[in-house]
């Protein structure tokens, strides 16, 4: 099992930043692939960025591209969203997952999620 827990939420106002962070715990060495997903209030969740275990593979929602960016840190077992040129559209709960090794991008482990609240 492995156990999930972002931070680093809060409010901000369009145009500012945040750093998110997802640190990992638990069976750490069968981790593989992670991503970050959001869900505004009355809306689906939606995917918004993903990285492979190694680091050397990221993807981006059309959404958030060139404004977020998606890194880790194996030795910390920490994957980050640095967020940058924040919208009033960016305002979710944003959750980190993770795949297990070998699993490619198919989220066996979720976090509980932080708010993000952009200010117009």
């Known amino acids: 099992q492995v156990q999930l827990v972002e931070s680093g939420g809060g409010l901000v106002q369009a145009g500012g930043s945040l750093r998110l962070s997802c640190a990992a715990s638990?069976?750490?060495?069968?981790?593989?692939?992670a991503g970050w997903f959001r869900q505004a209030p009355g809306k689906d969740r939606e995917f918004v960025a993903r990285?492979?275990?190694?680091?050397?593979?990221?993807y981006y929602a059309d959404s958030v591209k060139g404004r977020f960016t998606v890194s880790r840190d194996n030795a910390k077992n920490t994957v980050y969203l640095q967020m940058n040129a924040l919208k009033p559209d960016d305002t979710a709960v944003y959750s980190c997952?993770?795949?297990?090794?070998?699993?490619?991008?198919?989220?066996?482990?979720w976090g509980q999620g932080t708010q993000v609240t952009v200010s117009s």
């Open positions: 638990g069976s750490i060495a069968s981790v593989g692939a």
């Open positions: 997952a993770v795949s297990e090794y070998g699993a490619g991008y198919t989220w066996q482990y």
């Open positions: 990285i492979s275990g190694s680091g050397g593979f990221t």
